[in-house]
């Protein structure tokens, strides 16, 4: 019995007859994606007819188009995520055993789509450039070669958050639906349907993904029986940033993102990665600010400034504490275990509010408050510099000491006299588990109706 049998199909109205079009053999980048179709279907006993809707994985379209790459040298899975890094419009998210990025199409996916396998072991295939586009060329090349109109959709693997497991997407489409938009219609009872918008063609990829096993060599599946609809494009399934409102996780997640930070003094000897440094510095500066200005410096210490640093400001607080009256040894005990934190941090920075951009006012008064504005934002600045690094995964402690011997920092840096130090943030992976959040603060008391 023929593929193309009726007794084959199951029947009835609506019903589809789902055809996986096994290649036998791993298409190569000699091949060309035409003939590897109608190669694949002639074997499979197969015509291709009008409204047919052929599901094609990206891997193959990616390896005929030639997206593939060498990786960096170095363990492949850093090198795939230096590579997604690299090609990334966004990083959503980095967890020691995932990268997540927005690919510059709009792709929410694990490691930028780029993937490891059937390829050799240092290389990888990336995703196709313009999956809508290299649809639109598969379906115009069947159209010349067998005169049917084939839909197409290009698909890959995806997981979702909230769900378990992988399923096929639509990267690209070209003759078949995107979208049913069912706004407007009425379910069952009558009642109007307000948000309904079918994803078809990522509902035909995972429906294709049914008939297939990775290791079987079956990029093609052919849908058969779909009711026509609407033509979209693959890209009129991503969504737009404006409509997303995951994409900062909600009041929920801000909200426990600022509380969970928490400080930490004890750090394990790992070394911080300076990529998420540069972050939490790059969120430190959209702080708000006096006058629209910038004017925040950290300062990241080598072992030898920060010993230099840190010893000049000991002496400075030893007299102090001395020159208070305290016992000389209690002055030890205090210095000591302010120094186990600072010379034993992976990483410390030293932040400053630089005054320059601040105005000048003759009278004290005004002096002072335009002073205490620029290091409210500093205050602020730290404060995401912190919540930042937490992201991360990474402790801060901020300790106060350089704020009270200005002149020592300034000496010991040679810095300038308008650069005020805001103490010190130790920085490193948290030693022990972080602690945990603080339970919810009642703001009875804080929050006053005045
Ligand atoms: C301006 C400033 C100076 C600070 N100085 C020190 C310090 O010198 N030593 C220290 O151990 N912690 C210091 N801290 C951290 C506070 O003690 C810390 O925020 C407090 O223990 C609350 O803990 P949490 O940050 O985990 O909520 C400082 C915090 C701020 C905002």
Request: glycine share 10%.
């Amino acid at each position: 019995m023929s593929v193309d049998d009726p007794r084959r199909h199951a029947t009835g109205p609506g019903a589809l007859t789902v055809l996986p079009l096994p290649t036998g053999r791993l298409v190569g980048a000699e091949d060309d994606l035409v003939d590897a179709v109608l190669e694949a279907a002639d074997h499979a006993g197969v015509h291709l007819v009008d409204g047919d809707v052929l599901c094609v994985a990206s891997k193959v379209v990616s390896i005929v188009e030639g997206a593939i790459i060498d990786l960096p040298q170095g363990d492949p899975q850093a090198a795939r995520r230096q590579v997604a890094r690299g090609q990334a419009a966004r990083v959503v998210a980095d967890a020691p055993w995932v990268l997540i990025t927005q690919t510059p199409h709009g792709f929410v996916c694990a490691n930028g789509g780029v993937d490891a396998s059937n390829v050799a072991d240092d290389r990888a295939l990336l995703l196709p450039e313009d999956p809508d586009a290299s649809a639109a060329r598969l379906r115009d090349g069947l159209r010349a070669r067998t005169g049917a109109d084939v839909g197409i959709v290009v698909t890959d693997t995806f997981g979702r958050p909230w769900r378990r497991g992988q399923t096929e997407v639509a990267l690209g489409v070209a003759g078949a639906p995107a979208l049913r938009d069912e706004r407007g219609g009425t379910d069952l009872g009558g009642r109007l349907l307000e948000v309904t918008e079918a994803a078809v063609a990522d509902e035909l990829a995972g429906t294709a993904d049914l008939v297939r096993h990775k290791a079987s060599a079956t990029p093609f599946v052919l849908v058969r029986g779909l009711a026509a609809g609407e033509p979209g494009l693959g890209a009129d399934l991503v969504r737009p940033a404006e409509e997303d409102l995951f994409r900062a996780g909600g009041p929920t997640a801000v909200t426990s993102a600022v509380t969970s930070r928490r400080t930490v003094r004890s750090f394990a000897p790992d070394p911080v990665p300076p990529g998420a440094l540069r972050e939490a510095v790059a969120a430190a500066a959209t702080a708000p600010a006096p006058h629209h200005t910038r004017p925040w410096r950290f300062l990241r210490l080598t072992d030898r400034t920060r010993t230099r640093l840190l010893d000049a400001m000991a002496q400075r607080w030893r007299a102090d504490l001395a020159g208070d009256g305290l016992p000389a040894e209690r002055v030890e005990t205090r210095v000591a275990r302010s120094d186990a934190v600072l010379r034993e941090a992976p990483e410390v920075l030293v932040p400053f509010v630089v005054l320059d951009g601040a105005h000048h006012y003759p009278d004290q008064r005004r002096r002072l408050a335009e002073r205490d504005l620029f290091v409210l934002s500093g205050g602020a600045a730290l404060q995401n510099l912190q919540v930042v690094l937490a992201g991360h995964g990474l402790g801060a402690a901020w300790i106060s000491s350089t704020a009270f011997c200005p002149d020592t920092v300034r000496a010991s840096l040679d810095l300038d006299a308008d650069w005020a130090p805001l103490g010190m943030i130790a920085v490193g992976r948290p030693a022990g588990p972080p602690p945990p959040p603080r339970p919810a603060v009642d703001v009875d008391g804080l929050l006053l109706e005045y």
